[in-house]
């Protein structure tokens, strides 16, 4: 049997499929908080940001950074250091989103309307201070604190704050409103959705970290900040962007560490005529 070649067909090459390395997704600026990324990466995620502020925190303080930056932006006081917990937590935040191959629309941080941001900023600033003449007195009652006792802790807290030239106090205060919100309604709101699938969850656990990092003002400090950062992540979340939370976050603090030189100089006045008008029970 003699066999023809012109039969069967002519032979192609096989061209080489490539398989393409996995590619992190992120899901359109709109999505916002609703970050696609596995839960244990996530996880892993809010542990090395959070172990990172921590550790930076103790460095500047045994490293006599804290000392040098008091003496070098001595107009800032005790907020000096801010500046360089800013930066660094900036960098890191941009380290991570290159890592996973994120934009900084995965943690709010896309474009989004001139509409939505003075929406959503006249929205959050009055709420915030609702919010907190709602949450401080009832905190004050649960616990039994007086009126006294309060201004007493705040005082404290005040003391420590310096008197900023008044050009200085709305470039500092939006610079930690740009920073904090990044951080905590920004990449561990996005890490703390991608974690326990549920948005409401992460606005609760996120707003409770950034209470509590603030134990430094004391427990009425603690409740403020909270109730701040609750109103915050929830216009965060409904404007799908937080550039309103840094903008709110900026008029906020430009409003309190505007008032706080006047309270300084009428606290004590304040303090002593509470004192003497209460009557013994």
Request: with cysteine.
């Amino acid at each position: 049997m003699t066999i023809n070649m012109d039969d069967f067909p002519e032979a192609r090459p096989v061209t080489p499929v490539s398989i393409a390395p996995p590619v992190a997704r992120t899901l359109p600026a709109r999505s916002y908080p609703e970050t696609v990324m596995p839960r244990l990466l996530a996880a892993i995620d809010l542990l090395l940001i959070i172990g990172a502020f921590l550790l930076l925190q103790d460095l500047l303080a045994f490293s006599g950074l804290t000392r040098f930056f008091h003496e070098r932006f001595p107009e800032l006081g005790i907020f000096s250091v801010n500046i360089l917990l800013g930066a660094a937590f900036l960098l890191t935040i941009y380290g991570f989103l290159a890592y996973r191959g994120q934009s900084w629309s995965a943690i709010g941080m896309g474009r989004t309307s001139g509409i939505r941001l003075l929406a959503g900023t006249l929205i959050a600033v009055p709420l915030c201070y609702a919010a907190v003449l709602i949450a401080v007195p009832l905190f004050m009652s649960l616990i039994g604190m007086s009126m006294e006792d309060m201004m007493r802790e705040r005082g404290e807290f005040f003391d420590m704050v310096p008197q900023m030239p008044r050009w200085l106090v709305p470039l500092f205060a939006v610079f930690v409103g740009l920073h904090e919100e990044a951080l905590f309604r920004g990449f561990i709101l996005s890490r703390l959705r991608a974690l326990c699938g549920s948005t409401i969850a992460a606005v609760l656990i996120s707003t409770l970290i950034f209470g509590i990092l603030h134990a430094y003002q004391g427990m009425i400090g603690v409740v403020q900040t909270g109730t701040v950062g609750l109103v915050l992540a929830v216009v965060a979340v409904r404007c799908r962007s937080i550039w309103p939370a840094i903008l709110a976050h900026g008029i906020f603090n430009t409003i309190g560490l505007t008032l706080i030189p006047w309270v300084q100089e009428n606290f004590g006045d304040l303090l002593k005529e509470m004192s003497t008008t209460t009557a013994p029970m």
